[in-house]
């Protein structure tokens, strides 16, 4: 289970102080997916950061399975948690097998497990061994590197997977695609899975729960039904009358 207990993060920018978090509250269930859907700049990058220590917050708590993610070692916390971003941020100078083995080799493993585990996870992407892994990035297409970051960010198996914005470059029809391809993923690979997004169609499709966040202040966490037939307040109503399009049985 990942908790943030009354998280803020604030930033000096010109002279004064910018609030990116505000005093958020949430629990994600282990095994859970949880989409944090928003407009650009609401906050939803910074929690993601904090949840991995790639930031520190100004007040509140991040705990993982009822332990600080304070007190623990940065390094061995990130290994725990896959993390995706857009266009996949390859490694541009390794292969698609290089890219997907640097953590397996960092963390000492043996020449035949680090390979066998980078095959494993190039068919559990959909990119064929032989075909694929002596590319370079550059060879592949936006949605082949996004394939490469997911694969790269399950290499340690684990148990946490964080992903910001990892179908928002891609074109329509590939985005369906890696969609419904993440869908199937899920039942295999079995993770707490926190999904950063500002298109709440996405957030419904692929999520267990959304929580919805402007101005770094949640406004509502729950269920596709939850905010269909129970909004919190006005201001939810109005960012699904201007994001919704799917009607419930597209959901």
């Given at each position: 289970?990942?908790?943030?207990?009354?998280l803020?993060?604030?930033?000096e920018?010109?002279?004064?102080?910018?609030?990116?978090?505000?005093d958020?509250?949430?629990?994600?269930?282990?095994g859970?997916t949880?989409?944090?859907?928003?407009e650009?700049?609401c906050?939803?990058?910074t929690t993601l950061?904090?949840?991995?220590?790639l930031l520190?917050?100004?007040s509140?708590?991040?705990l993982?399975?009822?332990?600080?993610?304070?007190?623990?070692?940065?390094?061995?916390?990130?290994r725990?948690m896959?993390?995706?971003?857009?266009?996949?941020?390859?490694?541009?100078?390794?292969?698609?097998r290089?890219n997907?083995?640097?953590?397996?080799r960092?963390?000492?493993?043996s020449?035949?497990?680090?390979?066998?585990?980078?095959?494993?996870?190039?068919?559990?992407v959909?990119?064929p061994?032989?075909?694929?892994?002596?590319?370079?990035?550059?060879?592949?297409?936006?949605?082949?590197?996004q394939?490469?970051?997911?694969a790269?960010?399950?290499?340690?198996?684990?148990?946490?997977?964080?992903?910001d914005?990892?179908?928002g470059?891609?074109d329509?029809?590939?985005?369906?695609?890696l969609?419904?391809e993440f869908?199937?993923?899920?039942?295999?690979?079995?993770?707490?899975v926190v999904?950063?997004?500002?298109?709440?169609?996405?957030?419904?499709l692929l999520?267990?729960?959304?929580?919805?966040?402007?101005?770094?202040e949640?406004?509502q966490?729950g269920t596709?039904?939850?905010?269909?037939?129970?909004?919190?307040?006005?201001?939810?109503?109005?960012?699904?009358e201007?994001h919704?399009t799917?009607?419930?049985?597209?959901?």
């Amino acid at each position: 289970m990942i908790e943030l207990d009354h998280l803020s993060r604030s930033f000096e920018q010109d002279d004064r102080e910018v609030v990116a978090v505000r005093d958020l509250t949430l629990r994600i269930a282990t095994g859970e997916t949880l989409c944090l859907i928003g407009e650009s700049g609401c906050g939803k990058t910074t929690t993601l950061r904090l949840i991995n220590r790639l930031l520190e917050p100004t007040s509140g708590r991040v705990l993982v399975d009822g332990k600080e993610t304070a007190d623990l070692d940065p390094i061995a916390l990130r290994r725990r948690m896959g993390y995706v971003v857009q266009r996949g941020a390859l490694f541009p100078h390794l292969t698609v097998r290089g890219n997907i083995e640097l953590l397996c080799r960092l963390e000492g493993w043996s020449k035949e497990r680090v390979r066998n585990r980078a095959d494993e996870l190039l068919d559990l992407v959909r990119l064929p061994p032989a075909d694929f892994a002596r590319r370079y990035p550059l060879e592949l297409s936006g949605g082949q590197r996004q394939r490469v970051g997911v694969a790269r960010a399950l290499a340690l198996d684990p148990e946490i997977m964080l992903m910001d914005e990892p179908f928002g470059a891609l074109d329509p029809i590939t985005r369906d695609e890696l969609q419904k391809e993440f869908l199937e993923m899920k039942k295999t690979v079995k993770k707490t899975v926190v999904i950063v997004t500002h298109d709440l169609d996405e957030a419904f499709l692929l999520g267990d729960r959304v929580a919805l966040v402007a101005a770094g202040e949640l406004l509502q966490a729950g269920t596709i039904e939850d905010f269909r037939s129970r909004p919190a307040d006005a201001r939810v109503e109005r960012f699904l009358e201007r994001h919704l399009t799917a009607n419930p049985a597209d959901a």
